[in-house]
């Protein structure tokens, strides 16, 4: 059974951090790259950001940039988004998601949601101004 398993969600102020965490399992880790997608009540879901550890590439949606860092732990089969300097607009539910890592034109399409083949349930990040 494919499970992506969020964790670290929580409530911060403006300013603060949070390290969010998923675990995957149940498919090739090493096959995907993982992503993580946010939700917004009432907004489309977005990419965040995303690691395909067969090449170490990272990519990063322009609102977060300089803000999140997005790694892998290839022998356990884990990803952390670290988030600083969190805003309110960042309020949303965060989602960790795998897209095969052989997609093609995967640069172009690594934010659209389409493409991710398994979905995490989600973890709510909930941040006060």
């Known amino acids: 059974e494919v499970q992506l398993v969020e964790s670290g969600g929580g409530l911060v102020q403006a300013g603060g951090s949070l390290r969010l965490s998923c675990a995957a399992s149940?498919?090739?880790?090493?096959?995907?790259?993982i992503g993580w997608f946010r939700q917004a009540p009432g907004k489309e879901r977005e990419g965040v950001a995303c690691?395909?550890?067969?090449?170490?590439?990272?990519y990063y949606a322009d609102s977060v940039k300089g803000r999140f860092t997005i790694s892998s732990d290839n022998a356990k089969n884990t990803v952390s988004l670290q988030m600083n300097s969190l805003r309110s607009e960042d309020t949303a539910v965060y989602y960790c998601?795998?897209?095969?890592?052989?997609?093609?034109?995967?640069?172009?399409?690594?934010?659209?949601?389409?493409?991710?083949?398994?979905w995490g349930q989600g973890t709510q990040v909930t941040v006060s101004s």
């Open positions: 998601t795998a897209i095969p890592k052989d997609t093609l034109l995967f640069r172009l399409r690594v934010f659209n949601p389409g493409k991710y083949r398994y």
């Open positions: 149940g498919f090739t880790f090493d096959d995907y790259a």
């Open positions: 690691i395909r550890s067969s090449d170490g590439s990272t």
